[in-house]
């Protein structure tokens, strides 16, 4: 039974940093591919960033592009989103998801491609 377990969330002001963490229990496939989603109270889930495993196809939303980076290291099962320059407006609950494969940027944004998700983190930054 995969599990997605995400740690790593908090409060903090704006202009700061945070690094969410997401492990996978059970790597559904070594070629599979992980994305980070984040919802906001009252909005839909909103693709943030998605890698394969072996790192080399990733994509980034472009509401966060230059300030989120997406990475994974796949002998701790673990994928990383480093958040820079926080804003007020990336307040959210941040999920992780896990697909059996990567398949392309516009793919890979799109809830759907991922059969298995976290519990999610809540992400809040105070102006």
């Known amino acids: 039974q995969v599990q997605l377990v995400e740690s790593g969330g908090g409060l903090v002001q704006a202009g700061t940093s945070l690094r969410l963490s997401c492990v996978d229990s059970?790597?559904?496939?070594?070629?599979?591919?992980m994305g980070w989603f984040r919802q906001a109270p009252g909005k839909a889930r909103e693709f943030v960033a998605a890698?394969?495993?072996?790192?080399?196809?990733?994509s980034t939303a472009d509401s966060v592009k230059g300030r989120f980076t997406i990475s994974a290291d796949y002998a701790k099962n673990t994928v990383y989103l480093q958040m820079n320059s926080l804003k007020p407006e990336d307040t959210a609950v941040y999920y992780c998801?896990?697909?059996?494969?990567?398949?392309?940027?516009?793919?890979?944004?799109?809830?759907?491609?991922?059969?298995?998700w976290g519990q999610g983190t809540q992400v809040t930054v105070s102006s």
């Open positions: 998801a896990a697909a059996r494969d990567y398949i392309g940027p516009y793919f890979q944004s799109q809830p759907w491609r991922y059969g298995y």
């Open positions: 059970e790597r559904i496939s070594s070629n599979g591919a």
């Open positions: 890698t394969s495993w072996s790192g080399t196809d990733s």
